[in-house]
């Protein structure tokens, strides 16, 4: 059993930058591959960024790459996600997910693969 708890959300103004985090606890975390996906209202949970467990490779959706950079720490078992450059388009909840024993390079982006997720945390940014 994994828990995934996010933090670091908050208002931000368009074009500046936030940092959000996802805090993981119980067994083997750090063997997980991880995921950031981001979620509006009325729309499907889309997927942003996702690092596997070594940290080694890394995927990013293309609306973010050169803006965003997923990161992990297993020592703290955290894995946080840099944001920069934010447009009013980053405005979300967005989730960590974590995921073992799968294809992760094939399946990296399919939220519906993903076996633990946090609560969430809301970025608004605004104009």
């Known amino acids: 059993q994994v828990q995934l708890v996010e933090t670091g959300g908050g208002l931000v103004q368009v074009g500046g930058s936030l940092r959000v985090s996802c805090a993981g606890s119980?067994?083997?975390?750090?063997?997980?591959?991880m995921g950031w996906f981001r979620q509006v209202p009325g729309k499907v949970r889309e997927f942003v960024a996702a690092?596997?467990?070594?940290?080694?490779?890394?995927y990013y959706d293309d609306s973010v790459k050169g803006r965003f950079t997923i990161s992990r720490d297993s020592a703290k078992n955290t894995v946080s996600m840099q944001m920069n450059s934010l447009t009013p388009e980053d405005t979300a909840v967005y989730y960590c997910?974590?995921?073992?024993?799968?294809?992760?390079?094939?399946?990296?982006?399919?939220?519906?693969?993903?076996?633990?997720w946090g609560q969430g945390t809301r970025v608004p940014a605004a104009s």
């Open positions: 690092v596997c467990w070594s940290g080694s490779d890394t």
């Open positions: 119980g067994s083997s975390f750090s063997a997980y591959d």
């Open positions: 997910a974590a995921r073992r024993l799968w294809d992760f390079n094939k399946d990296h982006g399919r939220h519906t693969q993903y076996t633990y």
